[in-house]
Every structure is written in C-alpha cells, then in structure tokens.
C-alpha cells in the first residue's frame, strides 16, 4: 500500500512537472511572439518615419528648385524690360535725329535696319516694334508731304503709305525692298520733274 501511495504521489508529482513545464514553454513562446510582434511594429514605425523624412527632404528639394525656377523667370523679366526700355530710347533718339536731319531717306534706311536686328529679340517686342514702325512711316509719309507739296509727290506718298501698311502685315525684308523700290521712284520722279522745269526754264 505505502509503495502504491509512494507511487501515486510521483505520479502525480511527475505529471504536475510535465504541466508547468508545458505552461512555462507555452508561456515562452508567448513572449516570443510578442517580442517578434514589437518589433515588427517598431520596425514599421521606423521605415514610416524615414519615409516621412525623405519625403520631406524632397519636398524640401522640390521647393528649392521652384524657386530657383521662379528667380530666373523673374530676372529674364527684368531684361526684357531693360531691352524694352533700351529700344525706346533708341528709337526716341532716332526720331530726334530724324527731325534734325535733311538726309531724311537716310534715315529711313538706318531705321530700318535697326529695326530688323532688334526684331530678333522677341515676339512682344516684335509687336512693340510693329507699332512704332507705323507711327514712325506716318510721320515720315507727314513730313515729306509738307516737304514737297507737288500733287504728282501727294499721290505718289498716299500710294507709299498705303503699301506699307499692307507690307507690315507681311515680312520685313519686303516692305525694305518695296520702300527702297519707291523711294528710287520718287527720286526718278523728282529729276524728271526738275529737268522737265530746266528744259521749260530754258
């Protein structure tokens, strides 16, 4: 009986062992799994921090880079305008000159030219330019007019006036020819004209 007891109870004994031993395990692998979980989790939590980071960097880098963009438009801005202004003052000078001069044709041509080199500069100052080129034909068309009051010279300007107005539209190398082309027949006319009232003086 005693042995039997003895036997028992070592059982028992053994058995109850086995169980902790279990739970322990049990409770081990527990751990582990919750260790491996936090990690997991703070591994996460740390590539989303760098990304964030990153990503603010390039915001960062992004940002510098558009206002580097928006430093040149502005100072591209600023030299347009300077050559605007520039050219305004040519012309302006230009115009003075014209009054002051007799060589009136002369001045045309240069005129002309200068027109042409400032031309390439851009597309606004193209239309700037399309527009003082008007004003300035006008005025010179005026002041020829007064020049010779002769009714032949009277048409002859009108005719001018109205073929540079269409030329405008077109290229510029025309309407340079087509005003050389006229002038030349002004001039033609004005020596017939002049030898016709030799011829009758005499």
Do not use: E
């Amino acid at each position: 009986m005693l042995i039997m007891m003895m036997m028992t109870m070592i059982m028992m004994m053994m058995l109850v062992m086995m169980m902790m031993m279990m739970m322990m395990m049990m409770m081990m692998m527990m751990m582990i799994k919750m260790m491996l979980t936090m990690m997991m989790l703070m591994m996460m939590m740390l590539t989303m921090i760098m990304m964030l980071m990153m990503m603010m960097k390039m915001m960062m880098i992004m940002m510098m880079m558009m206002m580097m963009m928006m430093m040149m438009m502005m100072m591209m801005m600023m030299t347009m305008m300077m050559m605007m202004m520039m050219m305004l003052t040519m012309m302006m000078l230009m115009m003075m000159m014209m009054m002051m001069l007799t060589m009136i044709m002369m001045m045309m041509m240069l005129m002309m030219m200068l027109m042409m080199m400032l031309m390439m500069l851009t597309m606004i100052m193209m239309m700037m330019m399309m527009m003082m080129m008007m004003k300035m034909m006008i005025m010179m068309m005026m002041m020829m007019m007064m020049m010779m009051m002769m009714m032949m010279m009277m048409m002859m300007m009108l005719t001018m006036m109205m073929l540079t107005m269409i030329m405008m539209m077109m290229m510029m190398m025309m309407m340079m020819t087509m005003i050389m082309m006229l002038m030349m027949m002004m001039m033609m006319m004005m020596m017939i004209m002049m030898t016709m009232m030799n011829v009758r003086d005499s």
